[in-house]
């Protein structure tokens, strides 16, 4: 039983990963549900007010997601950008775990990576029609980061947990 929550689990983050650049659902929705399946296969020790903090926060995210127009919510310009961003980002976070990984800097390096992402997007000719560095870019950026920085950082905390649970070096006191 352990090791098919451990297989979905590993799907799941691969189905998040595909969502952030394919917006066909929200992404967070797979990381945030892959947080539940590892904690019930004891694969991770992770507090369950944690779960219950960014359960809410993916919940928010969704709706905010689904108030937006469905040509923003479904569009793809940049998400290549902002993703690999992120993912970079958060991984120098995680890695950086013996003095300063906690929960501020996956957050933080979730927001950076897709943030530059973006930027780095504006200056393609793909992103001529955004007009970077208009209102227009930063309202569509916006809109695009926030699922993808929620996504990695849900990303960045499973790694980071996953690691705890097998390190006995670590403690949950650096999660916070």
């Known amino acids: 039983m352990n090791m098919l929550l451990i ?5 799941l983050i691969c189905l998040s ?10 992404s967070p929705i797979p990381a945030y549900v892959t947080m539940w399946t590892l904690r019930l296969a004891g694969a991770v020790i992770m507090p369950q007010s944690l ?5 809410a926060v993916t919940a928010v995210m969704v709706l905010i997601e689904y108030m937006q127009p469905p040509a923003i919510s479904k569009a793809t310009n940049g998400t290549v ?9 958060t991984l120098v976070a995680v890695s950086a775990m013996p003095a300063s990984a906690t929960l501020v800097w996956i957050v933080t390096g979730a927001i950076g990576g897709a943030l530059a992402g973006a930027v780095v997007y504006g200056r393609t000719r793909a ?27 849900l990303l960045g905390l499973i790694a980071f ?10 403690t949950l006191i650096n999660l916070y």
């Open 51 to 55: 779960l219950i903090g960014w359960g």
């Open 161 to 170: 947990s996953v690691i705890i649970s097998n390190s006995p070096t670590r």
């Open 81 to 89: 950008y902002m993703s690999v961003g992120a993912l970079t980002c």
């Open 17 to 26: 990963l595909l969502l952030t650049v394919r917006p066909y659902i929200p």
């Open 127 to 153: 992103a001529a029609p955004l007009q970077f560095p208009s209102r227009r870019f930063w309202n569509y950026t916006i809109a695009k980061i926030f699922p993808t920085a929620i996504t990695y950082t």
């Open 7 to 11: 297989l979905i689990s590993v799907a």
